[in-house]
Protein backbone atom coordinates (compact mmCIF):
# COMPACT_ATOMS: atom_id res chain seq x y z
CA UNK A 1 0.00 0.00 0.00
CA UNK A 2 0.95 3.51 -0.95
CA UNK A 3 2.17 6.01 1.90
CA UNK A 4 -0.25 8.47 2.38
CA UNK A 5 0.23 11.64 4.31
CA UNK A 6 -1.82 12.97 6.75
CA UNK A 7 -2.44 16.10 4.58
CA UNK A 8 -6.15 16.83 3.69
CA UNK A 9 -7.37 19.07 0.99
CA UNK A 10 -10.67 20.89 0.07
CA UNK A 11 -12.52 23.89 -1.60
CA UNK A 12 -14.92 26.44 -0.49
CA UNK A 13 -16.09 29.43 -1.98
CA UNK A 14 -15.87 32.88 -0.37
CA UNK A 15 -17.04 36.26 -1.11
CA UNK A 16 -13.98 38.39 -1.40
CA UNK A 17 -14.72 42.60 -2.41
CA UNK A 18 -18.44 41.03 -3.06
CA UNK A 19 -16.96 38.49 -5.99
CA UNK A 20 -17.50 34.79 -5.32
CA UNK A 21 -13.82 33.37 -4.86
CA UNK A 22 -13.54 29.65 -5.04
CA UNK A 23 -10.04 28.84 -2.33
CA UNK A 24 -8.11 25.99 -1.98
CA UNK A 25 -6.91 24.91 1.63
CA UNK A 26 -4.95 22.28 2.68
CA UNK A 27 -4.72 20.72 6.78
CA UNK A 28 -3.44 18.33 9.04
CA UNK A 29 -3.46 17.39 12.88
CA UNK A 30 -6.04 18.77 15.73
CA UNK A 31 -5.53 21.46 18.46
CA UNK A 32 -4.77 24.92 18.15
CA UNK A 33 -5.56 26.25 14.62
CA UNK A 34 -2.27 27.33 12.81
CA UNK A 35 -3.23 29.56 9.68
CA UNK A 36 -0.20 29.62 7.43
CA UNK A 37 0.44 32.11 4.83
CA UNK A 38 2.49 31.60 1.88
CA UNK A 39 4.92 33.67 -0.43
CA UNK A 40 3.85 35.90 -2.93
CA UNK A 41 3.92 33.96 -6.51
CA UNK A 42 3.76 30.79 -4.34
CA UNK A 43 0.94 28.55 -3.03
CA UNK A 44 0.38 26.76 0.54
CA UNK A 45 2.75 23.55 -0.64
CA UNK A 46 5.48 25.33 1.02
CA UNK A 47 4.02 24.42 4.31
CA UNK A 48 3.88 20.30 3.36
CA UNK A 49 6.38 19.56 5.43
CA UNK A 50 4.69 21.29 8.69
CA UNK A 51 1.93 19.45 7.92
CA UNK A 52 3.69 16.27 7.58
CA UNK A 53 5.50 16.74 11.11
CA UNK A 54 4.21 14.97 13.90
CA UNK A 55 5.75 17.06 16.38
CA UNK A 56 3.99 19.70 15.43
CA UNK A 57 0.28 18.37 14.28
CA UNK A 58 0.11 16.50 17.71
CA UNK A 59 -0.59 19.77 19.11
CA UNK A 60 -1.80 21.90 15.87
CA UNK A 61 -4.20 21.72 13.46
CA UNK A 62 -2.07 23.33 10.16
CA UNK A 63 -4.21 25.08 7.44
CA UNK A 64 -3.12 26.51 4.24
CA UNK A 65 -4.88 28.18 1.75
CA UNK A 66 -3.75 29.02 -1.88
CA UNK A 67 -4.77 32.50 -2.26
CA UNK A 68 -6.97 33.38 -4.73
CA UNK A 69 -4.57 33.26 -8.50
CA UNK A 70 -2.36 30.72 -7.04
CA UNK A 71 -1.89 27.09 -6.28
CA UNK A 72 -5.41 25.22 -7.05
CA UNK A 73 -7.43 28.50 -6.33
CA UNK A 74 -8.73 30.13 -9.32
CA UNK A 75 -9.38 33.89 -10.11
CA UNK A 76 -12.07 34.71 -9.32
CA UNK A 77 -15.11 34.96 -12.62
CA UNK A 78 -14.18 38.00 -15.40
CA UNK A 79 -10.17 37.84 -14.33
CA UNK A 80 -9.51 37.40 -18.36
CA UNK A 81 -9.88 41.44 -18.43
CA UNK A 82 -8.37 42.57 -15.01
CA UNK A 83 -4.98 43.13 -13.85
CA UNK A 84 -4.22 41.35 -10.57
CA UNK A 85 -2.79 43.58 -7.55
CA UNK A 86 -2.58 41.95 -3.77
CA UNK A 87 -3.59 45.13 -1.04
CA UNK A 88 -3.21 45.84 2.24
CA UNK A 89 -7.04 45.96 2.38
CA UNK A 90 -8.01 42.45 0.22
CA UNK A 91 -4.67 40.57 1.90
CA UNK A 92 -6.89 41.16 5.37
CA UNK A 93 -9.84 40.58 4.74
CA UNK A 94 -8.58 37.09 2.96
CA UNK A 95 -7.41 36.17 5.71
CA UNK A 96 -9.95 37.37 8.09
CA UNK A 97 -12.81 35.76 5.88
CA UNK A 98 -11.14 32.46 5.90
CA UNK A 99 -10.98 32.72 9.43
CA UNK A 100 -14.23 33.25 10.21
CA UNK A 101 -15.52 30.88 7.07
CA UNK A 102 -13.77 28.20 8.99
CA UNK A 103 -15.11 28.69 12.26
CA UNK A 104 -11.81 29.10 14.05
CA UNK A 105 -10.97 30.17 17.53
CA UNK A 106 -8.45 32.38 18.02
CA UNK A 107 -6.00 30.88 15.79
CA UNK A 108 -2.19 31.14 15.81
CA UNK A 109 -0.94 32.61 11.99
CA UNK A 110 2.36 32.17 11.08
CA UNK A 111 3.04 34.20 7.28
CA UNK A 112 6.16 34.33 5.74
CA UNK A 113 7.24 37.38 3.59
CA UNK A 114 3.90 39.04 2.43
CA UNK A 115 2.50 36.65 4.57
CA UNK A 116 5.33 37.90 7.32
CA UNK A 117 4.09 41.59 6.65
CA UNK A 118 0.34 41.24 6.72
CA UNK A 119 0.80 39.03 10.44
CA UNK A 120 2.16 42.87 11.44
CA UNK A 121 -1.36 44.66 10.48
CA UNK A 122 -3.30 41.21 12.13
CA UNK A 123 -1.43 42.66 15.04
CA UNK A 124 -2.12 45.70 15.00
CA UNK A 125 -5.70 45.80 13.99
CA UNK A 126 -7.03 42.69 15.25
CA UNK A 127 -4.59 41.15 17.98
CA UNK A 128 -7.45 40.21 20.32
CA UNK A 129 -8.22 37.70 18.03
CA UNK A 130 -5.35 35.82 17.64
CA UNK A 131 -3.38 33.34 20.56
CA UNK A 132 0.11 34.72 18.59
CA UNK A 133 1.52 35.73 15.85
CA UNK A 134 4.61 34.88 13.44
CA UNK A 135 6.26 36.50 11.04
CA UNK A 136 8.67 34.74 8.88
CA UNK A 137 10.41 37.25 6.94
CA UNK A 138 9.05 39.85 7.91
CA UNK A 139 8.96 43.45 8.10
CA UNK A 140 7.41 47.29 7.89
CA UNK A 141 9.69 47.95 5.01
CA UNK A 142 12.38 46.79 2.62
CA UNK A 143 14.24 48.58 0.00
CA UNK A 144 13.91 46.87 -3.34
CA UNK A 145 16.53 44.65 -4.91
CA UNK A 146 15.79 45.26 -8.21
CA UNK A 147 13.62 48.32 -10.30
CA UNK A 148 10.95 47.14 -12.13
CA UNK A 149 8.50 44.60 -11.27
CA UNK A 150 7.60 44.38 -15.05
CA UNK A 151 10.01 42.41 -15.68
CA UNK A 152 7.84 39.20 -14.25
CA UNK A 153 5.36 39.60 -16.65
CA UNK A 154 6.21 40.41 -20.42
CA UNK A 155 5.34 38.90 -23.81
CA UNK A 156 9.26 38.56 -24.45
CA UNK A 157 10.42 36.97 -21.23
CA UNK A 158 9.26 33.32 -19.48
CA UNK A 159 7.42 34.56 -16.63
CA UNK A 160 7.91 30.82 -14.64
CA UNK A 161 11.15 30.88 -15.75
CA UNK A 162 12.10 33.97 -14.51
CA UNK A 163 9.97 33.75 -11.40
CA UNK A 164 12.04 30.76 -10.24
CA UNK A 165 15.22 31.97 -11.48
CA UNK A 166 14.86 35.23 -9.28
CA UNK A 167 13.74 33.79 -6.36
CA UNK A 168 16.98 31.06 -6.71
CA UNK A 169 19.07 33.41 -4.87
CA UNK A 170 17.10 34.14 -1.81
CA UNK A 171 17.34 30.27 -0.95
CA UNK A 172 20.73 29.82 1.79
CA UNK A 173 22.96 27.55 -0.30
CA UNK A 174 22.89 25.16 2.51
CA UNK A 175 19.52 24.38 1.59
CA UNK A 176 18.64 20.81 0.03
CA UNK A 177 18.69 20.04 -3.27
CA UNK A 178 15.25 19.03 -3.22
CA UNK A 179 13.92 21.28 -1.01
CA UNK A 180 15.20 23.70 -2.94
CA UNK A 181 14.01 23.04 -6.29
CA UNK A 182 10.82 22.28 -4.35
CA UNK A 183 10.39 25.92 -3.53
CA UNK A 184 11.66 27.03 -7.00
CA UNK A 185 9.07 25.11 -8.95
CA UNK A 186 5.77 26.93 -7.26
CA UNK A 187 7.33 29.81 -8.10
CA UNK A 188 7.95 28.75 -12.22
CA UNK A 189 4.43 27.72 -11.47
CA UNK A 190 2.98 30.66 -10.78
CA UNK A 191 0.32 32.67 -13.26
CA UNK A 192 1.29 35.16 -15.47
CA UNK A 193 1.34 38.45 -13.37
CA UNK A 194 0.58 36.87 -10.00
CA UNK A 195 3.80 37.29 -8.47
CA UNK A 196 3.83 40.63 -10.03
CA UNK A 197 0.79 41.16 -8.18
CA UNK A 198 1.03 40.38 -4.78
CA UNK A 199 4.15 42.33 -4.73
CA UNK A 200 2.32 45.42 -5.51
CA UNK A 201 1.58 44.59 -1.81
CA UNK A 202 4.88 43.49 -0.30
CA UNK A 203 7.04 46.75 -2.28
CA UNK A 204 4.20 49.53 -2.46
CA UNK A 205 0.85 49.60 -0.50
CA UNK A 206 2.46 47.53 2.16
CA UNK A 207 5.11 50.61 3.57
CA UNK A 208 3.78 50.18 7.49
CA UNK A 209 6.26 52.25 9.08
CA UNK A 210 4.13 54.88 10.11
CA UNK A 211 1.81 52.20 12.06
CA UNK A 212 3.62 49.35 13.22
CA UNK A 213 4.44 51.09 16.46
CA UNK A 214 0.84 51.19 17.57
CA UNK A 215 1.52 47.07 17.88
CA UNK A 216 0.63 45.99 21.36
CA UNK A 217 2.20 42.48 21.94
CA UNK A 218 0.51 42.49 25.43
CA UNK A 219 -2.46 40.98 24.10
CA UNK A 220 -1.01 38.72 21.66
CA UNK A 221 2.39 37.37 21.33
CA UNK A 222 4.39 38.50 18.04
CA UNK A 223 7.37 36.01 16.93
CA UNK A 224 9.63 37.43 13.93
CA UNK A 225 11.96 34.95 12.37
CA UNK A 226 14.51 36.18 9.36
CA UNK A 227 17.20 33.95 7.26
CA UNK A 228 20.25 35.73 7.27
CA UNK A 229 21.04 35.08 3.44
CA UNK A 230 17.48 36.78 2.95
CA UNK A 231 18.41 39.94 0.74
CA UNK A 232 14.48 40.58 0.13
CA UNK A 233 14.01 40.91 3.89
CA UNK A 234 16.78 41.25 5.48
CA UNK A 235 17.59 40.94 8.96
CA UNK A 236 18.46 44.68 9.58
CA UNK A 237 14.68 44.90 8.28
CA UNK A 238 13.59 42.99 10.66
CA UNK A 239 15.77 44.13 13.59
CA UNK A 240 14.69 48.17 12.40
CA UNK A 241 10.84 46.59 12.46
CA UNK A 242 11.31 45.42 15.79
CA UNK A 243 12.74 48.74 17.14
CA UNK A 244 9.52 50.08 16.82
CA UNK A 245 7.34 47.35 18.75
CA UNK A 246 7.37 47.03 21.89
CA UNK A 247 7.87 43.43 23.07
CA UNK A 248 8.02 41.71 19.72
CA UNK A 249 10.39 38.74 19.84
CA UNK A 250 13.07 38.34 17.25
CA UNK A 251 15.19 36.14 15.81
CA UNK A 252 17.71 35.85 13.37
CA UNK A 253 18.23 32.42 11.45
CA UNK A 254 21.27 30.69 10.47
CA UNK A 255 21.74 29.21 7.05
CA UNK A 256 18.40 30.07 6.23
CA UNK A 257 16.83 32.15 3.40
CA UNK A 258 13.70 33.49 2.25
CA UNK A 259 11.70 30.22 2.09
CA UNK A 260 12.57 28.43 6.05
CA UNK A 261 9.54 26.49 5.96
CA UNK A 262 9.82 25.24 2.64
CA UNK A 263 13.69 25.46 1.41
CA UNK A 264 15.17 23.70 4.48
CA UNK A 265 12.19 22.29 6.78
CA UNK A 266 14.73 20.25 8.86
CA UNK A 267 16.69 22.97 9.88
CA UNK A 268 13.31 25.54 10.01
CA UNK A 269 11.62 23.23 12.89
CA UNK A 270 14.52 24.01 15.58
CA UNK A 271 13.48 27.49 15.29
CA UNK A 272 9.90 26.87 15.10
CA UNK A 273 8.61 24.16 17.69
CA UNK A 274 9.78 26.02 20.93
CA UNK A 275 8.15 28.59 19.63
CA UNK A 276 4.90 26.72 19.17
CA UNK A 277 5.59 25.06 22.51
CA UNK A 278 6.04 28.02 24.22
CA UNK A 279 2.15 29.75 22.74
CA UNK A 280 1.18 26.24 23.92
CA UNK A 281 2.06 26.36 27.17
CA UNK A 282 2.80 29.79 27.76
CA UNK A 283 5.79 29.01 29.49
CA UNK A 284 8.98 30.50 27.24
CA UNK B 1 41.73 33.12 -8.31
CA UNK B 2 39.70 35.61 -10.72
CA UNK B 3 41.71 34.57 -13.87
CA UNK B 4 41.49 30.58 -12.97
CA UNK B 5 38.06 31.20 -12.75
CA UNK B 6 37.50 32.70 -16.15
CA UNK B 7 39.89 30.50 -17.60
CA UNK B 8 38.37 27.42 -16.37
CA UNK B 9 34.36 28.68 -17.15
CA UNK B 10 34.33 27.52 -20.95
CA UNK B 11 34.88 23.20 -19.72
CA UNK B 12 32.82 24.56 -16.26
CA UNK B 13 29.71 25.20 -18.58
CA UNK B 14 30.50 23.26 -21.88
CA UNK B 15 30.88 19.72 -19.61
CA UNK B 16 27.91 20.54 -17.46
CA UNK B 17 24.78 18.90 -20.27
CA UNK B 18 21.61 20.28 -17.82
CA UNK B 19 23.23 23.88 -17.72
CA UNK B 20 24.11 23.88 -21.51
CA UNK B 21 20.22 22.75 -22.27
CA UNK B 22 18.88 25.22 -19.53
CA UNK B 23 21.08 27.98 -21.57
CA UNK B 24 19.95 26.30 -25.39
CA UNK B 25 17.92 30.00 -26.27
CA UNK B 26 20.68 31.70 -24.68
CA UNK B 27 23.03 33.33 -27.57
CA UNK B 28 24.75 36.56 -26.39
CA UNK B 29 28.14 38.31 -25.23
CA UNK B 30 28.08 39.83 -22.03
CA UNK B 31 30.79 41.52 -19.88
CA UNK B 32 31.69 40.65 -16.76
CA UNK B 33 34.50 42.95 -14.43
CA UNK B 34 36.06 42.25 -11.79
CA UNK B 35 37.59 45.04 -10.02
CA UNK B 36 40.56 46.82 -13.23
CA UNK B 37 40.23 43.29 -15.44
CA UNK B 38 37.30 42.55 -17.68
CA UNK B 39 36.17 39.70 -19.42
CA UNK B 40 33.57 39.10 -22.57
CA UNK B 41 31.94 36.03 -22.30
CA UNK B 42 30.58 34.38 -25.96
CA UNK B 43 27.59 32.06 -25.71
CA UNK B 44 26.33 30.34 -27.91
CA UNK B 45 23.44 27.76 -27.94
CA UNK B 46 24.28 27.02 -24.05
CA UNK B 47 27.93 26.71 -24.62
CA UNK B 48 30.65 29.12 -24.05
CA UNK B 49 32.39 30.07 -27.14
CA UNK B 50 34.75 32.01 -25.59
CA UNK B 51 36.01 33.64 -22.80
CA UNK B 52 38.58 36.79 -23.71
CA UNK B 53 40.21 38.96 -21.24
CA UNK B 54 40.50 42.91 -21.73
CA UNK B 55 40.72 45.38 -22.21
CA UNK B 56 38.90 46.24 -25.25
CA UNK B 57 38.33 48.75 -27.58
CA UNK B 58 35.02 48.57 -29.45
CA UNK B 59 34.06 45.35 -28.39
CA UNK B 60 30.00 45.09 -28.21
CA UNK B 61 28.16 43.25 -25.69
CA UNK B 62 24.67 43.39 -24.40
CA UNK B 63 24.82 43.26 -20.30
CA UNK B 64 27.69 43.82 -17.77
CA UNK B 65 28.41 42.40 -14.76
CA UNK B 66 30.39 44.49 -12.70
CA UNK B 67 32.02 43.52 -8.80
CA UNK B 68 35.26 44.19 -7.71
CA UNK B 69 38.11 41.12 -7.45
CA UNK B 70 37.45 40.47 -3.80
CA UNK B 71 33.71 40.31 -3.88
CA UNK B 72 34.21 37.50 -7.11
CA UNK B 73 36.09 35.38 -4.89
CA UNK B 74 34.04 36.49 -2.09
CA UNK B 75 31.26 35.12 -4.34
CA UNK B 76 32.97 31.20 -5.00
CA UNK B 77 33.69 30.51 -2.15
CA UNK B 78 32.00 27.29 -1.35
CA UNK B 79 30.07 28.32 1.14
CA UNK B 80 29.64 32.30 0.52
CA UNK B 81 28.59 34.18 3.00
CA UNK B 82 25.01 36.64 3.19
CA UNK B 83 25.15 38.99 0.66
CA UNK B 84 27.84 37.51 -1.76
CA UNK B 85 25.55 34.07 -2.06
CA UNK B 86 23.83 35.84 -5.22
CA UNK B 87 24.21 38.30 -7.79
CA UNK B 88 21.48 39.95 -6.94
CA UNK B 89 22.78 39.65 -2.93
CA UNK B 90 25.85 41.53 -4.27
CA UNK B 91 23.97 43.72 -6.68
CA UNK B 92 21.50 44.80 -3.37
CA UNK B 93 24.68 45.06 -0.83
CA UNK B 94 26.13 47.45 -3.36
CA UNK B 95 29.27 44.98 -4.04
CA UNK B 96 28.02 44.81 -7.58
CA UNK B 97 26.41 46.37 -10.58
CA UNK B 98 23.87 44.96 -13.09
CA UNK B 99 23.61 46.81 -16.46
CA UNK B 100 23.35 47.69 -20.34
CA UNK B 101 20.45 45.78 -22.08
CA UNK B 102 18.85 43.34 -19.28
CA UNK B 103 16.38 41.47 -21.50
CA UNK B 104 19.17 38.42 -22.85
CA UNK B 105 19.70 38.65 -19.16
CA UNK B 106 16.35 38.33 -18.10
CA UNK B 107 15.43 35.99 -20.69
CA UNK B 108 17.85 33.99 -19.53
CA UNK B 109 18.66 34.76 -16.34
CA UNK B 110 19.00 31.10 -14.38
CA UNK B 111 21.46 30.33 -17.02
CA UNK B 112 23.40 32.83 -16.86
CA UNK B 113 23.59 32.71 -12.82
CA UNK B 114 24.81 29.49 -12.96
CA UNK B 115 27.45 29.93 -15.51
CA UNK B 116 28.76 33.32 -13.12
CA UNK B 117 28.36 30.85 -10.30
CA UNK B 118 29.78 27.79 -12.14
CA UNK B 119 33.86 28.12 -10.78
CA UNK B 120 32.35 28.39 -7.07
CA UNK B 121 34.25 26.00 -4.86
CA UNK B 122 36.18 24.77 -8.01
CA UNK B 123 39.10 27.63 -8.45
Redesign the interface.
Same mark, same amino acid.
Given at each position: MAEIEPIVGRYATFTLGGRAHRVYFEEAGGGIPLVCLHTAGADGRQFRHLMNDADITRHYRVLAFDMPWHGKSLPPAGWQDEEYALTTRGYLDLIMTFIAGLGLQRPVVLGCSIGGKIVLELARLHASEFRALIGLESAAHQ?P? /?DDTG?LHRA???GG? !?C???M?? !?I???SPSEARWDTLWMYMMSGPGVFKGDLFFYRTDGDLRDRVSRIDTSQCPLYLLTG? /?D?STTPADTLSTAQQIKGARVTIMRGIGHFPMSEHPSHFRRYLLPILDEIRTGVP | MVTEAFEALPALVNDDAPLVRRGRDCNTAFLVEAGDSSWLVTVRGGRIEAVERGPFRMRPWSFAVRASAEAWRSFWQP??A??F?????M???GHARIEGD??PF??N??FI?DVLAAPRGRV
Open positions: AW /YWDVHE !LGAMSG !LAPQE /YY | VPPGHDIFAAKALTMQLRK
